[in-house]
């Protein structure tokens, strides 16, 4: 929290309307917003989601509606360490039983809880879907396969004498705080206004409201313009300024000449 009881400082705020920036609609920028509330406090707070509702123009219940979808928006302090073993049936076989015992004793707490000094929370997660590396684990959601009561301290160990961890796939295990910073940023840095249209994965090409830059009216706000001016080699720009009312007529008008 700021001196001035806000949660998001100015330069925080500054980043948090970028990102806004980035979406065609305000609302849109929720999940990231969250996220960053998150990376400044560690959970999502009442106090924060009221800050995100004030930037995006919602209610606090809208926001708090998006949030608790989510799991992976806490609503609690999760500590700068997650750890999730799973408790699913070939973890459960192969042992994740003993490597529940094993973190409990070493962490001092019970399964769901987190450590007085805010460091680590051991939870139960379900199937991790990495089956074949039974008993998994996670932290911070990278991924620890075949794990034993022995590793998973170990692993415990290094985090808290601050010595670097590493994945089964070689990513360094980073605090809750700054995978919550990389995920309300991700994209931040990436061209929009006047770009060539991607194609999709399928390799067709996207409608004309999907093009870069492209803001459909927002009710009750938005321009309806392309972002960055110029129109030139993008979507055309909608006759009534309602891009969703467009689309109905045309369609409208295709069922009619059938
Ligand atoms: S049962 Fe544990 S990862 Fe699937």
């Not at 400082?9 to 960053?36: G, M």
């Amino acid at each position: 929290m700021t001196q001035n009881g806000r949660v998001l400082s100015d330069e925080v705020r500054e980043t948090a309307l970028k990102i806004v920036a980035k979406y065609p609609n305000k609302r849109s920028a929720a999940l990231p917003l969250l996220y960053l509330v998150q990376s400044v406090e560690g959970y999502v707070t009442d106090a924060g989601m009221r800050e995100v509702a004030d930037l995006l123009e919602l209610t606090p219940a809208e926001v708090l509606a998006t949030s608790s979808f989510y799991t992976m928006f806490k609503k609690r302090p999760q500590g700068d360490y997650l750890i999730s073993v799973c408790r699913n049936i070939s973890c459960t076989h192969r042992g994740a039983r003993k490597v529940f015992e094993a973190l409990e004793e070493r962490l001092g707490i019970e399964t769901g809880e987190c450590t007085a000094d805010g460091r680590f929370m051991l939870e139960a997660a379900e199937c991790l879907a990495t089956c074949d590396g039974a008993p998994s684990m996670q932290i911070n959601y990278e991924d620890f396969y075949r794990v034993t009561p022995q590793s998973a301290v170990e692993v415990v160990n290094e985090l808290e004498g601050g010595r670097e961890v590493r994945s089964v796939r070689g990513e360094p295990v980073k605090t809750s705080k700054e995978i919550s910073y990389e995920m309300a940023t991700t994209g931040l840095g990436l061209p929009t206004g006047d770009v060539e249209p991607a194609r999709t994965i399928g390799g067709e090409s996207p409608p004309p409201d999907a093009a870069p830059g492209f803001r459909p009216k927002e009710q009750g706000g938005g321009s309806g313009e392309p972002l960055g001016g110029s129109s030139a080699g993008r979507s055309p720009r909608s006759e009534s300024g309602d891009s969703f009312r467009d689309a109905r007529s045309e369609k409208e008008r295709e069922g009619g000449d059938a």
